[in-house]
């Protein structure tokens, strides 16, 4: 039998909910206890719940302060500017496995939804699978050759879907939707660890790519003809760690660089087909020491979703409240840094080619006078529940239907709430994320163990 403190606990929140116009949460608290309506009226025999909670702090203040600064592992953030829209986390949504997906024979180590919602994921088994947007094996092919490191849609204007894999070899491999191969091209000379692409007009793209040869590369690959053009290539000192592409309100893309051993972001635009250095941001407010963690991760968002088709609809638009996301090496905890994207309209851009004039600094970096480096753009420095070590590969992504962050780590996928910190594990899964993905209500996952599913938030 439910006890007189019980019942009244419920009534006081029930007019706590209703005295402060939470009309939303009174209505799914009614529901879930069975209360009648008629409780919000005031009556004089109950005291307001504001009234008991004061008196419960006068008599016990330290102790009752120093409760709730527990509650979080940060301290109190601080506000952020009002053009960032920061949300908390949606917690209505649920999350919820969908059923009979079939598994690949292997481990899946990339998988990527295409704008139909299908899944197209590369195995460790030198095979590319492809499922429908109702979870069915459509098909599944061998690549010939090594293991597929990177695998995705290629975007297209005209509504053909290609899609493309990147070998061991440093070769792309373009198919067509039934996943026959119509091109195959050299474009490093080891493996492609990450590939994007930017939309010219209705058959041509920029290709932006790097492998495991330290190189970043332009090519203009041309969809009629299937022909493939190196424009321009920049070696870094050491291996790139995050590659995010975007573009900017004009329609330039705008690619965001980190590297091993550097906590500064290099960001890069092209024009007449070279790559120019635009600025740099650093992850580490102090100016003389360019390292003291590295960059696991790093993805552009915008929680607050744009209403415009733009050409590359694929791609983020850099906009006023456009922020960076950024994994750290931290261990045993892993750091969530978030920073400003620096107006670009005020950098001057710098060449990068190797006929330019540089040198390498005392810290092992390229030294380009000419570019500025931004040190007042980290927003905040989260510390995170997120348990890694140094082998740990986390997998960051936006999920604006919940309103946050969506991070595959070690133990599972786990939710981070931006406007307070808080982060926690969401799904009841406790193993290795090796690759994820998301789209619109779905997320996509494969585990360390081989297994591959696909929730749905509802």
Not at 347 to 356: K, M, T, V
Not at 384 to 400: E, M, N, Y
Request: a negative charge.
């Amino acid at each position: 039998m439910e006890s007189t403190v019980d019942r009244l606990t419920k009534v006081l929140i029930a007019q706590y909910l209703a005295r402060n116009g939470y009309d939303g949460s009174l209505s799914n608290f009614l529901k879930e206890t069975s209360l009648p309506r008629s409780v919000t009226d005031e009556n004089d025999v109950y005291e307001p719940l504001e009234k008991i909670v004061a008196e419960r702090i006068e008599f016990n203040e330290h102790a009752v302060s120093t409760k709730l600064e527990e509650l979080s592992i940060n301290n109190k953030l601080a506000p952020l500017d009002s053009k960032f829209f920061v949300p908390s986390w949606d917690s209505t949504r649920k999350f919820e496995p969908l059923p009979h997906i079939a598994q690949p024979n292997s481990l899946a180590i990339e998988i990527s939804f295409d704008h139909t919602g299908a899944i197209l994921a590369a195995t460790a088994g030198r095979e590319i699978a492809l499922y429908n947007s109702n979870l069915q094996l459509v098909k599944q092919v061998g690549t010939g050759g090594g293991i597929v490191k990177k695998c995705g849609t290629i975007p297209s204007l005209k509504g053909v879907t290609y899609y493309y894999a990147c070998q061991a070899d440093g070769s792309l491999i373009i198919y067509d939707k039934e996943l026959e191969v119509i091109a195959k091209h050299k474009l490093h000379r080891r493996i492609i660890t990450h590939i994007e692409f930017f939309i010219l007009n209705d058959s041509t793209l920029l290709c932006f790519s790097c492998g495991l040869d330290n190189y970043i590369k332009l090519h203009k690959i041309i969809l009629a003809t299937q022909s493939v053009e190196c424009c321009d290539e920049v070696k870094l000192i050491s291996t790139c760690t995050s590659f995010q592409l975007s573009q900017t309100e004009k329609s330039e893309p705008i690619l965001f660089v980190s590297r091993m051993d550097f906590t500064q972001v290099m960001v890069l635009t092209v024009s007449r087909n070279r790559f120019l250095e635009k600025c740099r941001i650093a992850l580490n407010s102090a100016q003389f020491s360019t390292h003291s963690f590295n960059v696991w991760n790093l993805i552009v968002f915008n929680l607050k979703p744009s209403s415009s088709k733009e050409t590359n609809s694929h791609l983020i638009m850099l906009r006023d409240d456009t922020m960076l996301a950024v994994a750290t090496s931290h261990t045993p905890y892993m750091r969530l840094i978030l920073v400003e994207v620096p107006p670009f309209c005020s950098c001057p851009a710098e060449d990068l080619r190797s006929d330019f004039p540089k040198e390498v600094d005392a810290t092992g970096s390229l030294s380009n006078p000419g570019v500025k480096t931004y040190f007042d753009k980290i927003l905040r420095n989260i510390a995170t529940t997120i348990q890694q070590d140094s082998f740990s590969q986390p997998v960051l992504k936006a999920f604006t239907v919940a309103r946050g962050l969506l991070l595959g780590g070690d133990h599972g996928v786990w939710a981070i709430d931006i406007s307070n910190g808080d982060t926690w594990q969401l799904l009841p899964v406790d193993d290795r994320v090796k690759t994820m993905d998301v789209e619109d209500e779905r997320i996509a996952i494969s585990f360390a163990n081989k297994e591959l599913q696909v929730w749905q938030c509802k």
